[in-house]
T-cell receptor, first 113, second 110 residues
Framework: DGGITQSPKYLFRKEGQNVTLSCEQN?????MYWYRQDPGQGLRLIYY?????DFQKGDIAEGYSVSREKKESFPLTVTSAQKNPTAFYLC????WGLGQPQHFGDGTRLSIL | GIQVEQSPPDLILQEGANSTLRCNFS?????LQWFHQNPWGQLINLFY???GTKQNGRLSATTVATERYSLLYISSSQTTDSGVYFC????????????FGQGTRLTINP
């Protein structure tokens, strides 16, 4: 089946530890996005990538890093510099160009031990 | 950047009732989407509707781009319609970056 796969569903981080969230899509979409959702809030954009080997900061990029080495993959690393990482993280993708909706994965819940 | 505001923040209805959710946005858009987030956090695409009207079963949506608002209609509500509904928009100058509203939490009681 075509879709967007995020793993793991649940992740626990120790203080001072970097963790990486996986996002893979087999939809042949050009653009990929990472969002963060805090309880009772809407989603906020962390990073996005329009093409391979290129990515741009979103509204809340501090403490996060990404890479886009392959079209189908856009992993997000939550670094130790992110002081409040507990949140729900959602990955999305779309065909690049006007008139194209974003499609979302099922998310990863990150908690601090 | 573009601002997206949703109303009401909370809505409690009895099963069978109809509801209207509103989304106001502050700039011209070339992408507007409505989503339903279920209790497990999954974000379900409902409509891609930067302008015009669409219907899908008991749900329909209308966007009046010139007046910068969109409406989501739910008819004959069912308990499974409960959850949070999000509107998200991307401005023409916004490089296709979706900005989300704060959501409307809908509770349908049996």
């Amino acid at each position: 089946d075509g879709g967007i796969t995020q793993s793991p569903k649940y992740l626990f981080r120790k203080e001072g530890q970097n963790v990486t969230l996986s996002c893979e899509q087999n939809l042949n979409h050009d653009a990929m996005y990472w969002y963060r959702q805090d309880p009772g809030q809407g989603l906020r954009l962390i990073y996005y990538s329009q093409i391979v080997n290129d990515f741009q900061k979103g509204d809340i990029a501090e403490g996060y890093s990404v890479s886009r080495e392959k079209k189908e993959s856009f992993p997000l690393t939550v670094t130790s510099a992110q002081k409040n990482p507990t949140a729900f993280y959602l990955c999305a993708s779309r065909v690049w160009g006007l008139g194209q909706p974003q499609h979302f994965g099922d998310g990863t819940r990150l908690s601090i031990l | 950047g573009i601002q997206v505001e949703q109303s009401p923040p909370d809505l409690i209805l009895q099963e069978g009732a109809n509801s209207t959710l509103r989304c106001n946005f502050s700039d011209s858009v070339n992408n507007l989407q409505w989503f339903h987030q279920n209790p497990w956090g999954q974000l379900i695409n409902l409509f891609y509707i930067p302008s015009g009207t669409k219907q899908n079963g008991r749900l329909s949506a209308t966007t009046v781009a010139t007046e910068r608002y969109s409406l989501l209609y739910i008819s004959s509500s069912q308990t499974t319609d409960s959850g949070v509904y999000f509107c998200a928009a991307a401005s023409i100058q916004g490089a296709q970056k979706l900005v989300f509203g704060q959501g409307t939490r809908l509770t349908i009681n049996p």
